[in-house]
């Protein structure tokens, strides 16, 4: 698909980063609120949602990756003039299918290149807070697998491939659009992150998010890097899980992120 840059002035350049900063924060603000309110309605009933680890983390999913970046994407979609066909999105065919198995090889060929490096001159890289929680309740990583398919993949790629992407490919033009999104999407996930080697994961996570950029751009559907984003984590879930049940956990240093 073509870029529609045009020779706009600086301010306008600008004003489109800013605005795709304020959309990536406030779909974690507003996840954020949806999981305050949601964890005081089941305190306001007696239940004790911090003494539950596994009822928190999916309370967590549904209401950011589901309702926080849902909401703010779809928001940001009706105040546009061309509405929903301000993304590139479609019924996926043959050549999708083609591009999704492309794309989940890719992230893993990427992540495993980008570890063996690390691991080759020693650079420390960072722990997701959900290895340790789920190192604790491996149960907790089959039931993510779905949450991941059905939610973390489609609403993350909404929000940060359909409507940031697309808004600063849209402005910078394809290339700048794809690095700048990768680098908002990267700094998105300092949060989960944990111990030392914050920098080193975040440039992990502007590679991998550069793959999902640009099975977007280039098959010109949404469903393509939802799909591949969704089977990227869940197959790192059932493969944390088999390594935590079967005592093999140093089987996951090059494959979890």
Do not use: C, K
């Amino acid at each position: 698909m073509a870029s529609r840059t045009t020779n706009a002035s600086p301010l306008a350049y600008a004003i489109t980063l800013g605005t795709a900063l304020l959309i990536g924060f406030a779909g974690f603000g507003v996840g954020t609120l949806f999981s305050i309110a949601v964890v005081g309605v089941l305190g306001l009933v007696g239940v004790d949602v911090f003494a539950q680890p596994i009822l928190l983390t999916v309370i967590g999913v549904i209401t950011l990756q589901g309702l926080g970046f849902g909401t703010v994407a779809l928001f940001y979609l009706t105040t546009r003039e061309e509405g929903f066909d301000f993304l590139m999105l479609s019924l996926p065919d043959l050549r999708d299918f083609i591009w999704i198995a492309a794309g989940l090889i890719t992230l893993f060929g990427t992540l495993i290149v980008v570890n063996l490096v690390q691991t080759t001159f020693g650079i420390e890289s960072a722990d997701h807070s959900l290895q340790a929680l789920g190192a604790e309740t491996p149960e907790l990583l089959l039931i993510l697998v779905p949450f991941s398919l059905l939610l973390v993949g489609p609403g993350e790629e909404l929000l940060f491939r359909g409507v940031i992407q697309q808004l600063l490919r849209n402005r910078f033009g394809v290339a700048v659009g794809i690095a700048l999104a990768s680098i908002i999407f990267a700094v998105a996930h300092v949060g989960a992150l944990t111990d030392e080697g914050l920098l080193a994961t975040l440039l992990t996570y502007v590679a991998l998010s550069i793959v999902l950029g640009v099975s977007y751009e280039y098959s010109e559907n949404l469903v393509v890097p939802a799909v591949i984003h969704g089977l990227f984590n869940a197959i790192q879930f059932l493969i944390l899980y088999w390594a935590i049940t079967s005592g093999g956990e140093e089987a996951l240093a090059l494959l979890l992120l």
